[in-house]
Structure formats: structure tokens, C-alpha cells
């Protein structure tokens, strides 16, 4: 079992653009949550999605948005790009409809974002 | 969700058990403790979790206190490779609340 894995690991982009990361759950969990971990916080939520819809978001602007594919693989785009947005971007999968009663969430590696 | 208060930093000998305390004094009847930890530059990794009664993993064990006002998250035998900071988070059926957390650190 490969776990959650996520791709690219390390990531450079330009203010204004546009970026899109990936993320392939842990074997048998049906739910994606994303997270923004900015240098010495805590993560911090931005979405999740079960059963190719977002259900739930935290405090994030429209510029992020996710997708859910029909194989549970979860994709973050964020769009016009700021210096603010430099930081781990981290995926996590969770089993049962992606409520945490009673279970773990499994996480991945991260994709380090970086924004010049 | 209910707040939690951790120690910025606390220091641990190798081998020595460390306990990490977490107060949560407005958590709700049915909201569970869960413990993760970040090794640097790694994901949180889950500990261990619990509602009511204490509990116990090949990993750590994690003390509640009767009125669930706080707890305590043990790690019998530290080592080095336990360096990381912990966090200890309070839900029901939600997505994860990290805070700052506790930033342990194992001293040879």
C-alpha cells in the first residue's frame, strides 16, 4: 500500500499563474481533504471532498478550487497566484465518507509551493 | 470545534518517557481528542485518539482526566526520532483543526 502520495513534490511558479496539484488517496479511503501549511503554523484547512463533490471548505478564497475524480484522486488548482501562497500544500484521505468520528486521517508528503 | 492550549516547546531525555498535557476545557460530550505529530518536513502522522477512557497504541498512550477538561499524550520511551511537533486537536466527524502545537524535542 503506497499510501497517500502526491505530486509534484516541489513546485516553482510565478505570480499570476495558475497551478494544479495532485493527490492519490490511500487504498480503500473515498475522501480528500486539502491543507495550506505556511512556514512555522499549523495546517491549515482549505477543502474536502467525498464522492467528486466539495463538501466541506474552510477560509479560503475562490481562487482555490478542487476536483474529485470517479477513482477518489483529488486535484487543488489555485489560480492567479500570489507571493502569499508559497507553502506545503498538504493532502490527506480518509475512510467512510471522510468524517473523522472514529477514524484516522491519512496524509501525504506535501507539495512544496513555492511563488517568485 | 473546541480550542486547545499545548506548550509552545518542552524538552525530553532519550529514553525517558515524555508527557505532552493539552487542555481543553470546552470540549463538548461527544468530541474526541486526536493527537498527530509532524516530523520536519514530513505529513502529520496520527498518534492516537480517544473519548472517554484512556487509551493505548504501539505508539503512545493518551490519559484523559474524568471531567475530559484535559489530557495527556505519553510516550513511554523516546527516542530521537520522536523529535516532531504534536498536536492535539479536539473534533466530532469534521476535518482536522491544527494549532500551533507542541514542538518536542528528544536530547541525547
Known amino acids: 500500500d503506497a499510501g497517500v502520495t502526491q505530486s509534484p513534490t516541489h513546485l516553482i511558479k510565478t505570480r499570476g499563474q495558475q497551478v494544479t496539484l495532485r493527490c492519490s488517496p490511500k487504498s480503500g479511503h473515498d475522501t480528500v481533504s486539502w491543507y495550506q501549511q505556511a512556514l512555522g503554523q499549523g495546517p491549515q484547512f482549505i477543502f474536502q471532498?467525498?464522492?467528486?463533490?466539495?463538501?466541506q471548505r474552510g477560509n479560503f478564497p475562490d481562487r482555490f478550487s478542487g476536483h474529485q475524480f470517479p477513482n477518489y484522486s483529488s486535484e487543488l488548482n489555485v489560480n492567479a497566484l500570489l507571493l502569499g501562497d508559497s507553502a506545503l500544500y498538504l493532502c490527506?484521505?480518509?475512510?467512510?465518507?471522510?468524517?473523522?468520528?472514529?477514524?484516522?486521517?491519512?496524509f501525504g508528503q506535501g507539495t512544496r509551493l513555492t511563488v517568485v | 470545534d473546541a480550542k486547545t492550549t499545548q506548550p509552545t516547546s518542552m524538552d525530553c531525555a532519550e529514553g525517558r518517557a515524555a508527557n505532552l498535557p493539552c487542555n481543553h476545557s470546552?470540549?463538548?460530550?461527544?468530541?474526541?481528542v486526536y493527537w498527530y505529530r509532524q516530523i520536519h518536513s514530513q505529513g502529520p502522522q496520527y498518534i492516537i485518539h480517544g473519548l472517554k477512557n484512556n487509551e493505548t497504541n504501539e505508539m503512545a498512550s493518551l490519559i484523559i482526566t474524568e471531567d475530559r477538561k484535559s489530557s495527556t499524550l505519553i510516550l513511554p520511551h523516546a527516542t530521537l526520532r520522536d523529535t516532531a511537533v504534536y498536536y492535539c486537536i479536539v473534533i466530532r466527524n469534521t476535518p482536522l483543526v491544527f494549532g500551533k502545537g507542541t514542538r518536542l524535542s528528544v536530547i541525547a
Open positions: 470546552t470540549i463538548s460530550g461527544n468530541e474526541y
Open positions: 490527506a484521505s480518509s475512510p467512510s465518507g471522510g468524517g473523522t468520528l472514529n477514524t484516522e486521517a491519512f
Open positions: 471532498y467525498y464522492e467528486e463533490e466539495e463538501r
